[in-house]
């Protein structure tokens, strides 16, 4: 893992989200965790370097940024909607799709079982963890549970999926408009070092990219509704903006799949439909 400051490790280049922990006086905060089981148990070896777990922070509600949560014995602190969105998940079909990324994961996902939030938040939080503390802000974007974590003694931000930087965006259930909201009180934020969800680290200046690439996506597929495609037709017809940026590390092949999920979310948002 990289050590970003005397007491903060992210990790950025494995499948998955990028996650971190931050060594504080009185144990280790984890934010995020990976999406292999294989992972997460090289990364617990790694904390135990540091000292107990004390708590898990998830910043929003896809399986990437919490499966590796039930290898930590901690408790999980997440928005709302994440542990309403973990608890109802389809077990069997998460399991049987992380079970694919590899060798080792079938035998670890045994019994599986998630490490769900047990301490919520609706808007935002503080918690004090030693000489630590770490603030959680809502801010809806590319779900509408997200939440950027702010490292305030480490001058850091953890933004999760609010920033995908140079590699390719999801927006399979984003609501643009509130994205954009979002990176703007990212901007506003005293912390100038970005951890993105997916992709190297960076700073405020990749904010103004990262919004033009969400209004692009907007344009794209209101051009195709101004051109009286139907949903199905832009679906299928839609498929040049996932050449702008590389796929994260880990979705090789998965760029068509990505393309047609961003349509369909974008489509029926442009149109008013959100009930699918």
């Known amino acids: 893992m990289q050590q970003l400051t005397r007491n903060l490790f992210v ?25 292999k089981p294989s992972d997460a148990l090289k990364l617990k070896a790694v904390i135990a370097k540091h000292g107990p777990v004390r708590y898990i922070l998830n910043t929003e509600p896809h399986g990437d940024h919490w499966t590796g949560n039930t290898f930590f014995d901690a ?20 399991v049987a799709r992380v079970a694919t990324f590899g060798p080792e994961e079938p035998k670890l996902l045994e019994g599986y079982r998630p490490n769900a939030p047990i ?29 950027a974590i702010c490292v305030k003694e480490e001058g850091v931000v953890f933004t999760s999926d609010n920033i995908f930087h140079k590699c390719h965006t999801w927006l399979q259930e984003a609501n643009p408009d509130l994205w954009l909201v979002a990176l703007e009180s990212l901007r506003k934020l005293d912390e100038d070092v970005l951890v993105p969800g997916h992709g190297p680290l960076c700073g405020k200046d990749y904010l103004d990219e990262q919004g033009s690439f969400i209004q692009e996506w ?22 040049d903006m996932t050449d702008r940026y590389p796929m994260d590390v880990g979705q090789d092949g ?23």
Do not use: W
């Open 254 to 276: 998965m760029a068509p799949v990505v393309m047609k999920r961003n349509v369909a979310n974008l489509y029926d948002y442009l149109t008013g439909d959100r009930s699918t």
């Open 218 to 239: 907007k344009a794209y597929v209101q051009s195709a509704i101004d051109r009286g495609m139907t949903k199905d037709e832009a679906i299928e017809r839609l498929t």
């Open 11 to 35: 990790e950025t280049e494995i499948r998955g989200c990028n996650h971190g922990f931050v060594t504080t006086s009185d144990g280790v905060v984890l934010i995020d965790t990976p999406h």
């Open 75 to 94: 408790p999980v602190i997440a928005h709302e909607g994440v542990r309403e969105r973990i608890l109802a998940t389809n077990l069997e079909e998460h």
């Open 119 to 147: 301490i919520t938040f609706k808007n935002g939080m503080s918690l004090h963890v030693g000489n630590h503390t770490f603030e959680m802000i809502h801010m809806p974007g590319h779900t509408a549970y997200q939440a």
